[in-house]
């Protein structure tokens, strides 16, 4: 097994920074860290000139990057969207589906199966995430109109029969039949998360005691405050603030939400009730331009400007082009947020939800050897994912 000793480190623990740190790695695992030099015969020697050294990066919503979508159909859009974001510090991801038909879906589960046994330099694959198609029409934002309609369970279960890789599934638990798919999928060891939605926060509430937990992108489509029949209502944004048992996950691209909100989040739910996400469409790590979002052959055309995917008509956001790095440099450089909780939102928070913090998340002995370095403005300069060097720019 191949040993490394990554030295001269600020090494971000949950609880702390330790200067001049080492880090110890053998084969796929964490083996020691700690202050100054640790002895380590045989070992492939890192210096980090004194840059952090931080468990990798872990992006529970990612639709594709490099000019590749998880819709597309293919090994090789797996394969080059995970090499992508790993030279940005993400070593693990959730591919996320969009609402499509069944028999796309069917494709995806098949081709994500193959991709995942060839996929060795890129960010490791922890499972996939469902987005729709169960969802409330008023709050469709770019998902397609074609496809969206409301839970069916002839349909889940046969989905699920098909595919044991799925971890997470998004829908709007207003719908009828929303509650029983719930519970359903939580027995499957599923997360049920909310989205796409225009729910009360009553709604939310009988959404908990079924197995929701989460909330997708919270702020981007799903209710706020409502009026219905002059009688003011709490919507899903504020069943974020009221229900402690709610995680949310947020795309902190800058641009989805601006300073204030991310504040404002942060002030309110603290890092470990907040999941930094990406959220990123094919052109993530790309230049700005025409691209697409879903699959090449029926996906919808949208323009990346202003750092951000839109509509053609621009009037709405059509998925983030953000990598993991940028979201860590918003929250600090933007929001304020001190570097450690941004850390722990892209990291152990994100490893809690998906029910991988046993192994991965933080710089723990015996955890998967997932570390990024990265220096002052979070520029990556190397990324190790399960003990292997897949970047290294120092």
């Known amino acids: 097994m191949e040993r490394i000793k990554i030295v001269n480190a600020r090494l971000i623990t949950p609880y702390r920074i330790i200067e001049n740190g080492t880090l110890l790695i053998e084969g796929r695992r964490i083996v020691d860290l700690g202050q100054g030099e640790i002895d380590f015969q045989g070992a492939r020697r890192i210096d980090a ?4 050294v931080s468990p990798g990066f872990i992006d529970i919503h990612t639709h594709g990057g490099g000019g590749h979508d998880f819709m597309d159909g293919t090994v090789e859009a797996f394969i080059e969207a995970a090499k992508i974001h790993a030279q940005h510090g993400t070593t693990a991801m959730v591919p996320t589906t969009l609402t499509a038909e069944p028999e796309d879906l069917l494709e995806t589960f098949s081709v994500y199966r193959n991709a995942k046994l060839e996929n060795v330099e890129g960010a490791e694959f922890l499972g996939l995430h469902l987005e729709g198609p169960y969802f409330a029409m008023s709050q469709k934002g770019a998902q397609d109109p074609r496809y969206i309609r409301l839970p069916q369970k002839e349909e889940y279960e046969a989905i699920l029969r098909h595919s044991d890789d799925i971890i997470r599934w998004s829908a709007a638990p ?3 039949g929303a509650m029983e798919f719930a519970r ?3 027995q499957k060891g599923i997360l049920p998360s909310i989205a796409h ?21 919270l702020y981007s489509g799903m209710s706020g405050v409502m009026r219905r029949n002059a009688f003011r ?7 974020a603030f009221l229900f402690d048992q709610l995680t949310v996950e947020i795309i902190a691209d800058g641009i989805h939400l601006p300073p204030s909100l991310l504040q404002l989040i942060y002030k309110q739910l603290g890092p470990s009730r907040i999941a930094l996400v990406t959220d990123s469409m094919r052109a993530a790590g790309m230049d700005s331009g025409e691209s697409m979002l879903g699959s ?9 400007e202003d750092g951000v995917a839109k509509l053609p008509d621009r009037t709405a956001f059509a998925g983030s082009v953000a990598t993991t790095d940028r979201l860590v440099r918003i929250m600090v ?4 947020v001190p570097l450690l909780h941004a850390v722990q939102m892209i990291t152990s928070t994100p490893a809690r939800i998906c ?5 991965k998340g933080t710089l723990t002995v015996g955890k998967d050897a997932d570390v990024v370095i990265f220096d002052e403005q979070i520029t990556i300069k190397a990324t190790i994912i399960n003990g292997k060097i897949i970047s290294k720019k120092i």
């Not at 029910?355 to 192994?359: A, I, Q, S």
């Open 49 to 52: 000139l004194n840059n952090y």
């Open 174 to 176: 207003e719908l009828d």
């Open 184 to 186: 359903f999928i939580s």
């Open 197 to 217: 939605t225009d729910a009360t926060s009553d709604e939310v509430a009988e959404a908990l005691e079924n197995g929701f937990t989460h909330l997708t992108h």
């Open 233 to 239: 209502y709490a919507g899903v944004i504020e069943s």
């Open 296 to 304: 090449l052959k029926d996906g919808l055309k949208v323009i990346v």
């Open 333 to 336: 450089q933007l929001a304020g």
């Open 355 to 359: 029910k991988v913090d046993h192994r």
